[in-house]
């Protein structure tokens, strides 16, 4: 408008300008007799002949109108392909999320019609501080067990440990066929190894990406290549008779990966075109607003580190990052280095990925542990495991100096190539300290390292290329989903179209809706990585209160016809008071079992079991009195 009026302004200033030109003087005259109302109102005239003139529409024409129109109903058609879903039909899918949310690692989901299912990834999580003793945590089978007989397969996207690390423990106690590319079936196949399963390696089903398999009678599933920060990763197409649900598993959109094969966005285009009932997307990187960089671009930073050392380079990173770990070789031999592979997860993935050709090297450019001692220190590059601080990894044990190949020197300069995990920072912190008072240099330079996991501008590109009607946001805590679900909010999902899972939750989808039905039992089961046993809960949380509130120990002999103690009692604890008040704490647990056996109940005292029970609440309460505890209380009363 103010445009407008500004050229409606300037079409004046020229006519006047021209009427004073042509007759100067009559115009100042007959202008200067003119009351101030006059001289308005012509004002007024010519401002309306100028605007009349400059606001004349130009001809539409129809034709052209028309293509608009056509245009523009092509566009939410295109937008919004949902119209092409069968909304007559009245098949649906549930999908059972039993690990994965609320939390990173774990993941396992349960896709389930009214006759079959299936499941995708069976993967493994780390435990907290307080879980002592516990190596890893794997998902309660509870659900799985109960429709055991629906499940026609186990479905693979990646060979990373928190898709597969459960894989040995699920199969100990039930078998089902696994689909997946070659790598990820050849690291199970690895762990089943271990795990005295190597009769379960019939059960692999090695699929061929952008091929459709029929699996049961329900389900037909391709694998659609996708890159993430291991090789072979995939994204899945899972079509039953009510739509498709498009699982992206873990990814990042990598335009220059260090293989070559880029994401298969053409594939994820081709079923957002024919439309999409679901989309089930990582959220791990949420909150990251600049693109995930490539895997490629740690290359500069690579050469630098490799130009500059003095000494030995020691890098750490994830075992499974095969590419990162490529290129650090490629790196290492360019400067004249050997390499030196230290950790059995190490040395297990190099092994398989040059086996099946997903990377090559030649076998000379490798030595064993034994020979770094003798080698000068410029011409070695170890590799290894240990860059969370894992106190039984290589990379930790070489920082404590109980290593018994490699002894950090000086002018060692550890690469640390990886990302800290949430709740490893204080091992990692640990591990810095020793390794930087054996006097190495430590790098953890974040052009290092990169990501494995999409931001937010990828995971908008995956939403507009699927184009779902309804979308999950997985793999991630909660404020990740959430922050995923406004991404989605963002690229046209409606908000009721979007639902935030939780682990257990069914959620029942149909091309009309999208509904939770039902909570299925979910949870932890602890694991001891070195008897691969599962650890019962009870042990757990005996654990964490000997380590919170300590243990008192108490032997007593009683008399069982009066009810009276025969010698001073043996009173024991640990972690719950000094030494020096040791006698004084038993003297005063000795008056507490006086007082109790005073007010015993008739009868008690031949039933030993109880009697210790009820004795264990006495003390107990009585250590929370005085001393705001609950330590362990192992009573032994023996009746005479």
Known sequence: ?????????????????????????????????????????????????????????????????????????????????HYKLDLNSRDKIRITPLGGLGEIGGNITVFETQNEAI??????????????????????????????????AVIITHAHEDHIGAMPYLYKDMQFPIYGTPLPLAMIGNKFDEHHLKDCRQHFCPVEKRKIYKIGEDFEVEWMHMTHSIVDSSSLAITTSCGTVIHTGDFKIDHTPVDGYTADLHRLAHYGDKGVLCLLSDSTNSYNTAPTPSELSVAPAMDRVFAKAEGRVILSTFSSNIHRVYQAIQYGVKYGRKVCVIGRSMERNIEVAMQYDYIKLPKNIFVEPEMVSQMNDKEILIVTTGSQGETSSALFRMSIGEHRHVKIKPNDLIVLSSRPIPGNEGSISAMLNHLQRAGAKVTNEKDIHVSGHASIEEQKLMLRLVNPKFFLPIHGEYNHVMK?????????????????????????????????VKTVRTGKVYIDNQNNHKIDDDIVIDRQKLASDGIVVIVAQIDGQHSTMLSKPNVTSFGLVADKQDKYFAKEIEDVLEHFLVNIKEGLIENPRALENDLRQVVRKHIYRKMKKYPLIVPHIFVM
Do not use: W
């Not at 499941?119 to 003793?133: A, K, T």
């Not at 149909?510 to 509904?515: H, N, V």
């Open 1 to 81: 408008m103010e445009q407008e009026n500004q050229e409606i302004n300037e079409s004046i200033s020229q006519e006047n300008r021209k009427q004073h030109y042509k007759k100067p003087n009559s115009n100042y005259n007959s202008n200067s007799n003119k009351s101030p109302n006059t001289q308005s109102g012509n004002k007024n005239k010519n401002v309306s002949k100028s605007s009349s003139r400059r606001r004349q529409s130009t001809p539409i024409d129809e034709k052209l109108k028309a293509f608009v129109e056509l245009n523009q109903e092509s566009h939410k058609q295109r937008l919004n392909p």
């Open 119 to 152: 499941l995708v990834d069976v993967g493994m999580s780390f435990p907290d501080e307080d879980m002592h003793g516990v190596d890893i945590l794997i998902p309660d089978f509870s659900y799985v067990r109960e429709i055991k007989d629906k499940i026609k």
């Open 484 to 516: 995923h679900k406004e991404t989605a909010m963002m690229c046209g999902v409606p908000e009721r179209n979007i639902y935030i899972m939780n682990d257990g939750d069914t959620i029942e989808i149909a091309p009309k809706y999208m509904r939770k």
